[in-house]
């Protein structure tokens, strides 16, 4: 089971920081996914980080603003999100996948709920 946390409205430039905690017992051994899905838009890949954290990819609509890291031992991931801008507004999603770990949505096998982030100009 996954919970993402830490959504809410920001003004443009502002920050966020998103978790997502895993109720698992071998969260070390799954590489991790950060999701997006605006209204009317299909849900569109945001980040990616393997499971030990040695490797991570982001979009190119947030290289260089957002970045994805984890804690293993607390079973966490998280994304940073900076300089935020109108268009990343959008209902953000963690996805877990033990095999998998790049960057196509129907491939992750577990999500989380999603926790949407508004992002006014």
């Known amino acids: 089971q996954l919970q993402a946390s830490g959504g809410g409205l920001v003004q443009a430039g502002g920050s966020l920081r998103l978790s997502c905690a895993a109720s698992?017992?071998?969260?070390?051994?799954?590489?991790m996914g950060w999701f997006r899905q605006a209204p009317g838009q299909a849900r569109e890949f945001v980040a990616r980080i393997t499971y030990s954290g040695s490797a991570t990819s982001y979009a190119d609509s947030v290289k260089g603003r957002f970045t994805t890291s984890r804690d293993n031992s607390n079973n966490t991931v998280y994304l940073q999100m900076n300089s935020l801008k109108p268009e990343d507004t959008a209902v953000y999603y963690c996805?877990?996948?033990?095999?998998?770990?790049?960057?196509?949505?129907?491939?992750?096998?577990?999500w989380g709920q999603g926790t949407l982030v508004t992002v006014s100009s």
């Open positions: 698992v017992r071998t969260f070390s051994n799954y590489n």
């Open positions: 996805a877990a996948d033990r095999i998998y770990s790049g960057t196509s949505y129907e491939n992750y096998d577990y």
